[in-house]
RNA sequence: GCGCCCAUAGCUCAGUAGGACAGAGCAACGGCCUUCUAAGCCGUGGGUCGGGGGUUCGAAUCCCUCUGGGCGCGCCA
């Protein structure tokens, strides 16, 4: 509806310019939803706008733009004014609002959707936690996140893959493997100290516990012989958590498309591209290119060079690439792949890393690609009105899976999802736990429930919605309502280009909020059969708009409750 | 020290490609179930948008500066 008035507007314009000669402007004509009723349904300021480029008074611009709108303008509009400074405000005739619901109807499930993306692939890379531990809640947020962007995506037109980078090798994994084989001596009475950065969570001694049934003592090894028994611990611990985690996600209702190991896609898998492995192709990419150097045994990337603060170790003095090096294959790889589009969701403390991977796929000289990062903040779990502390190495941290199953899968995301991804969020399970109308999630499946519960009440009498009187609709409630069904589309497209799922979830709070209301003042079954219909039809597009808004954040509609 | 993020009602937060008297939820208090689900609704209060400058017809929103928090600045990831 938006687009129709900006279109109207362009159109007086057009015929302006051609009458008056008026100066053209390649700006676009910004409509806009006035928080205030007076002001009407639309907006615009292009007349303040053009005032100045004009040398007019914004009033003298507003008054010519009214007189040049065409007939079909006029049909749509009740009433057009021009208040304030210059604004031209429009209030659009009821009768072009309530015939809009057909289009609710007719759309259905795909209401919100659009070709924004005209089926462009997108590679929304998420959570890649360390197969190192249990997932914990700053994790969750980043699921739901991702996930929920991805499905926003998608409903815009996005050809959208998930995909969970594993690490796998590196020093935490060595670290890892290191822990568990302590743990598992020590179960044999062999006290050799525990690495002070090794992993001190109690999971470590069930892993070794299982090792100890499946393998007896024949892992236990002098210590110039121990690396290969700490090898095993190591596969084996990183194939249980890494199972762990998939089972958690998998019943948050997370579908990834691809889970990519590093070690399996970096270290093993030929390079297509020059010989060897990925990641040396990208080292012989960089040497040809000019950008690394030898220092104190370890190559570098020379970052400083390419707009970076710093130079940055790409292979340490051991041989071994750094997680940095890495990440430079991996991202080249997904650019390789044919996506064209990155999307990364990393926990707020990776933000240092951003720029040197830029500078690294500048270096690379991949120029025709778009990497953005959403930048999670950390989750603060509240509980009794207390902050629970939580730290992964020490092992102290409620877990992912626990607060699931504390709080179940749908209020958990609804409350990763309320907050603006830059925001701090703090987890109430205290409220989180309550079911009742404090508890914003059943709010609005309620509301969805509730219409269902109407619809069933109907059918019973053999009502059912009938878009035949819809102009009976009238009530300054209904028509609200419906206005605001009718920026749900617009909505869904604003989340995708601001990649922002919380913008969703507050306007079915809000959407909620306003059935309820109409719930209990307006019978919705009455004695008048034909408004009954109008109205069954009425709410069913509410339910519509909950169903499709709720899907995209990957939260459930209960026909019950 | 340098860099990034944040600061809006008692609490938790929306609102930031500038727009017309600043919003929601929670918490507090008082009401509403013989009528389509009370996981609901109605009513009442509550803010120098961290401070100070600047740009603009117009600033919570943009620029500068200060203050107070969080995070980062590894041959960890």
């Not at 699931?404 to 995301?413: H, I, N, P």
């Not at 059935?515 to 339910?543: G, M, P, Q, T, W």
Request: charged residues 30%; proline residues 2%.
């Amino acid at each position: 509806m938006k687009e129709e008035v900006q279109k109207i507007v362009a159109e007086s314009l057009d015929v302006l310019r051609r009458k008056k000669g008026l100066a053209s402007n390649s700006r676009e004509i910004e409509i806009t939803i006035p928080k205030r009723r007076e002001f009407g349904d639309f907006s615009t300021n292009v007349a303040i706008i053009l005032a100045s480029e004009l040398n007019k008074k914004p009033r003298e611009v507003a008054e010519l733009i009214i007189d040049n709108i065409s007939i079909e303008g006029r049909n749509l509009f009740k009433k057009i004014e021009i208040a304030g400074p210059g604004f031209i405000n429009f209030f659009i005739n009821e009768k072009a609002i309530t015939s809009r619901l057909m289009e609710i109807e007719r759309l259905g499930e795909n209401y919100g959707k659009c070709n924004l993306g005209m089926g462009e692939k997108v590679l929304v890379e998420f959570v890649s936690a360390n197969p190192t531990g249990y997932l914990h809640m700053g994790h969750a947020r980043n699921a739901a996140v991702g996930d929920a962007i991805s499905n926003i995506l998608n409903a815009v037109g996005y050809d959208v893959i998930r995909e969970f980078y594993i690490n796998d090798i590196g020093r935490q994994m060595e670290l890892l493997g290191l822990s568990v084989y302590r743990r598992y001596e020590e179960l044999f009475g062999i006290k050799k100290g525990f690495p002070e950065d090794g992993y001190w969570g109690e999971y470590i001694k069930d892993i070794a516990n299982e090792i100890r049934d499946k393998r007896g003592k024949e892992l236990l090894a002098e210590e110039a012989f121990e690396q290969e028994a700490i090898d095993y611990c190591k596969d084996y611990a990183k194939d249980r958590l890494l199972g762990e985690i998939k089972k958690d996600l998998n019943d948050f209702g997370v579908a990834f498309d691809n889970w990519y190991s590093e070690q399996n896609e970096l270290h093993k898998a030929p390079s297509e591209v020059r010989g060897g492995n990925r990641i040396g192709a990208i080292k012989n990419e960089l040497m040809l290119r000019d950008a690394l150097e030898e220092k104190d045994g370890a190559l570098w990337f020379k970052a400083s060079e390419f707009g970076n603060s710093q130079d940055w170790v790409l292979v340490r003095k051991d041989g071994k690439p750094t997680y940095f090096f890495s990440d430079i294959t991996y991202h080249y790889d997904k650019i390789k792949r044919g996506f064209k589009r990155l999307v990364d969701v990393w926990g707020a403390d990776h933000h240092g890393h951003f720029s040197r991977l830029l500078a690294a796929l500048r270096a690379l000289t991949l120029n025709d690609f778009s990497l953005e990062v959403i930048l999670i903040q950390f989750v603060r779990l509240i509980k009794d009105g207390q902050e629970i502390s939580m730290s992964k190495r020490a092992g102290s941290y409620l877990t992912m899976r626990e607060v699931m199953e504390e709080v179940g899968r749908d209020v958990m995301r609804f409350f990763l999802l309320m907050r603006g991804s830059e925001s701090h969020l703090d987890f109430n399970l205290d409220l989180a736990k309550q079911e009742s109308s404090e508890n914003p999630v059943y709010y609005i499946q309620y509301a969805y429930a509730r219409i269902g519960s109407v619809l069933e009440k109907a059918k019973e009498s053999e009502l059912s919605p009938s878009k035949e009187f819809v102009n009976l609709l009238s009530l300054p409630e209904e028509i609200d309502i419906i206005k605001k069904l009718l920026t749900f589309q617009e909505l869904v497209r604003e989340s995708a280009l601001s990649l922002a799922p919380h913008k969703l979830v507050f306007y079915l709070q809000e959407i909620a909020s306003n059935f309820h209301v109409y719930y209990n003042k307006i019978r919705i079954i009455s004695e008048d059969l034909e408004l009954s219909l109008a109205r069954l039809y009425f709410v069913s597009c509410i339910r519509t708009v909950i169903r499709n808004g709720l899907r995209l954040l990957g939260i459930t509609t209960p026909e019950r409750m």
